[in-house]
């Protein structure tokens, strides 16, 4: 349950002044178009709710990391033109956030008014927490409303400081992320299955811990599950592999394995996987059966599979799981009550060779296709949750699929720190219910 006050806690917004910390961290390319503006339609709600009862709305985020004041490729400036556009109406932008400028704009403001100040980060005392930056801010509004979910795990003058000149509360988007990936953790219905990936065992050794004691199912994908095979001692020829980690990978193997001998618990790895000698769209790719027991054997049968069959070559990068490893998954995924989406299964952005599918997705589309599919004879697919750059970036690129999935997280590592149970200094800092 969220403990905190949100939005609908406040008392007679109409004609007050709102300062809202919204997540507007997008990617700009070097045209200042944004490429991808989800951030920004996840904080609209909150906006819209504030606009309708009356409310003067002054925005506040930042975006990258800037080299210094005026630093125009980390302007917030084509973020006021998105938000126009996708709210119809008139967005203001000052070119910064503190002093007369932002004053004298709010000073003019009617109710329903919309306006937009320039990255936080243009004053490096943002991230210092600095208390003096916070009053500034504070100064410009009655009521703090904290929607930036994906910045909250970070003490700095816009999540923490500021709370303590501003009655403070949660945004629709923060409350809905918090509810949901904890219910996740820490009240799932049953079975909780996980498919978990990314380049680093570093990024999430505290997650995959979290996991193997709390879920029912963990699948590992992407370059992260290269590793774990290499600790299993699989072959993974010239693939992307943390070497640092493989005792560390070996360390969360014995862990599962020995669950697994007390209680029903799967920790999976990739059977079978899809390799290339390049990262391309034009290179030949195999399928290879690391498991040497299903397709090389069938293959095969009735002699003995070569070598190949179920080596992967010391000039081959691993790019993707294989069918039968994309089947048990899914097939883990149709039995789930909730399930917890993080990391792609392989390098979904490759994209095909005159307009053929992408090569290096099918592993993702049939993880995905599972997640929102329904079992012939079950009510529902599992609640999802989804979170990870490069998974977020997946599914927005396939039409109609955010829609139904539960949770697509606009959190990186605020997402991964709720989820080993740490303590968010932008949500501790809110008023209490």
Same mark, same amino acid.
């Given at each position: 349950?969220?403990?905190?006050?949100?939005?609908?806690?406040?008392?007679?917004?109409?004609?007050?002044?709102?300062?809202?910390?919204?997540?507007?961290?997008?990617?700009?390319?070097?045209?200042?178009?944004?490429?991808?503006?989800?951030?920004?339609?996840?904080?609209?709600?909150?906006?819209?709710?504030?606009?309708?009862?009356?409310?003067?709305?002054?925005?506040?985020?930042? &975006?990258?990391? $800037?080299?210094? +004041?005026?630093?125009?490729?980390?302007?917030?400036?084509?973020? =006021?033109? !998105?938000?126009?556009? *996708?709210?119809?109406?008139?967005?203001?932008?000052?070119?910064?956030?503190?002093?007369?400028?932002?004053?004298?704009?709010?000073?003019?403001?009617?109710?329903?008014?919309?306006?937009?100040?320039?990255?936080?980060?243009?004053?490096?005392?943002?991230?210092?927490?600095?208390?003096?930056?916070?009053?500034?801010?504070?100064?410009?509004?009655?009521?703090?409303?904290?929607?930036?979910?994906?910045?909250?795990?970070?003490?700095?003058?816009?999540?923490?400081?500021?709370?303590?000149?501003?009655?403070?509360?949660?945004?629709?988007?923060?409350?809905?992320?918090?509810?949901?990936?904890?219910?996740? &953790?820490?009240? $799932?219905?049953? +079975?909780?299955?996980?498919?978990?990936?990314?380049?680093?065992? =570093?990024? !999430?050794?505290?997650? *995959?811990?979290?996991?193997?004691?709390?879920?029912?199912?963990?699948?590992?994908?992407?370059?992260?599950?290269?590793?774990?095979?290499?600790?299993?001692?699989?072959?993974?020829?010239?693939?992307?592999?943390?070497?640092?980690?493989?005792?560390?990978?070996?360390?969360?193997?014995?862990?599962?394995?020995?669950?697994?001998?007390?209680?029903?618990?799967?920790?999976?790895?990739?059977?079978?996987?899809?390799?290339?000698?390049?990262?391309?769209?034009?290179?030949?790719?195999?399928?290879?059966?690391?498991?040497?027991?299903?397709?090389?054997?069938?293959?095969?049968?009735?002699?003995?599979?070569?070598?190949?069959?179920?080596?992967?070559?010391?000039?081959?990068?691993?790019?993707?799981?294989?069918?039968?490893?994309?089947?048990?998954?899914?097939?883990?995924?149709?039995?789930?009550?909730?399930?917890?989406?993080?990391?792609?299964?392989?390098?979904?952005?490759?994209?095909?060779?005159?307009?053929?599918?992408?090569?290096?997705?099918?592993?993702?589309?049939?993880?995905?296709?599972?997640?929102?599919?329904?079992?012939?004879?079950?009510?529902?697919?599992?609640?999802?949750?989804?979170?990870?750059?490069?998974?977020?970036?997946?599914?927005?690129?396939?039409?109609?699929?955010?829609?139904?999935?539960?949770?697509?997280?606009?959190?990186?590592?605020?997402?991964?720190?709720?989820?080993?149970?740490?303590?968010?200094?932008?949500?501790?800092?809110?008023?209490?219910?």
């Amino acid at each position: 349950m969220f403990n905190k006050k949100t939005i609908h806690d406040i008392k007679d917004v109409k004609g007050k002044t709102v300062l809202v910390r919204a997540d507007f961290n997008v990617p700009i390319n070097e045209l200042g178009v944004i490429t991808d503006d989800f951030r920004i339609r996840q904080a609209l709600p909150t906006i819209e709710h504030l606009r309708a009862k009356g409310a003067k709305i002054v925005l506040i985020s930042h &975006l990258g990391r $800037p080299s210094g +004041p005026g630093d125009s490729s980390a302007s917030l400036l084509p973020v =006021s033109k !998105k938000l126009q556009h *996708l709210l119809h109406l008139p967005v203001q932008f000052v070119d910064d956030c503190v002093g007369q400028k932002p004053q004298e704009v709010v000073a003019k403001m009617s109710e329903g008014d919309i306006l937009l100040l320039e990255n936080l980060r243009f004053h490096k005392e943002e991230e210092q927490n600095n208390r003096e930056f916070a009053q500034q801010l504070a100064q410009l509004a009655d009521v703090f409303v904290q929607d930036g979910f994906g910045v909250v795990h970070r003490a700095h003058a816009s999540t923490k400081a500021i709370t303590e000149f501003l009655p403070s509360y949660a945004g629709f988007l923060l409350e809905k992320e918090v509810s949901f990936i904890t219910k996740a &953790l820490e009240d $799932p219905d049953r +079975p909780l299955a996980v498919v978990i990936g990314g380049a680093k065992i =570093s990024d !999430k050794i505290e997650l *995959l811990t979290t996991l193997v004691k709390k879920a029912d199912f963990v699948a590992v994908v992407g370059a992260m599950a290269n590793t774990f095979l290499l600790a299993e001692g699989v072959q993974v020829g010239a693939s992307l592999v943390e070497k640092d980690s493989v005792s560390t990978a070996r360390s969360i193997l014995k862990e599962a394995k020995m669950r697994a001998t007390k209680e029903p618990f799967t920790f999976y790895l990739p059977e079978d996987v899809v390799v290339a000698k390049k990262i391309d769209s034009k290179s030949h790719t195999r399928v290879v059966d690391i498991s040497h027991h299903t397709w090389a054997d069938i293959n095969a049968y009735p002699t003995q599979p070569k070598k190949e069959a179920y080596t992967v070559a010391s000039d081959e990068l691993i790019l993707d799981i294989g069918p039968i490893s994309a089947g048990y998954i899914a097939g883990a995924l149709s039995q789930a009550r909730t399930a917890i989406w993080n990391g792609t299964a392989g390098v979904t952005e490759v994209e095909g060779w005159h307009s053929a599918s992408r090569p290096f997705s099918h592993g993702t589309k049939t993880i995905s296709t599972a997640l929102v599919s329904s079992v012939a004879g079950a009510k529902n697919h599992p609640f999802t949750i989804v979170g990870g750059g490069d998974t977020v970036g997946y599914v927005e690129s396939v039409d109609g699929l955010r829609e139904r999935l539960d949770l697509v997280s606009t959190g990186g590592g605020a997402s991964l720190d709720l989820m080993v149970g740490k303590k968010l200094p932008g949500i501790e800092a809110l008023q209490n219910k």
